[in-house]
Nanobody, 125 residues
């Protein structure tokens, strides 16, 4: 079992930056692949980024490539999402998620093992 708690959301102007954190509580954080997802009002939840258990492999949706960076610190049981050059269309509730399968994190959202409660990110124009 893994419990996930996101933080770091807020209100920022377009072009600004935020760093989201996801603290994991439970055993074997470093055996889980992790991901960030987001859901905007009236839209379905979408994949944003994923990272392998070691941090050696990262994946991004095209719309955030070059602007967002996913990383993890296994010693601190924490996942991060550095978001730069934010745009109003990045406004959403951001969720972190964990699963022992990297493939599941990247492609099978509906069967993902563990989710956080979400943190709101609002980008004003």
């Amino acid at each position: 079992q893994v419990q996930l708690v996101e933080s770091g959301g807020g209100l920022v102007q377009a072009g600004g930056s935020l760093r989201l954190s996801c603290a994991a509580f439970g055993r074997s954080f470093d055996s889980y692949a992790m991901g960030w997802f987001r859901q905007a009002p009236g839209k379905e939840r979408e994949f944003v980024a994923a990272i392998s258990w070691s941090g050696g492999r990262t994946y991004y949706v095209d719309s955030v490539k070059g602007r967002f960076t996913i990383s993890r610190d296994n010693a601190k049981n924490t996942l991060y999402l550095q978001m730069n050059s934010l745009k109003p269309e990045d406004t959403a509730v951001y969720y972190c998620a964990a699963d022992r399968s990297e493939v599941v994190v990247r492609t099978k959202t509906d069967v993902l093992g563990f989710w956080g409660q979400g943190t709101q990110v609002t980008v004003s124009s």
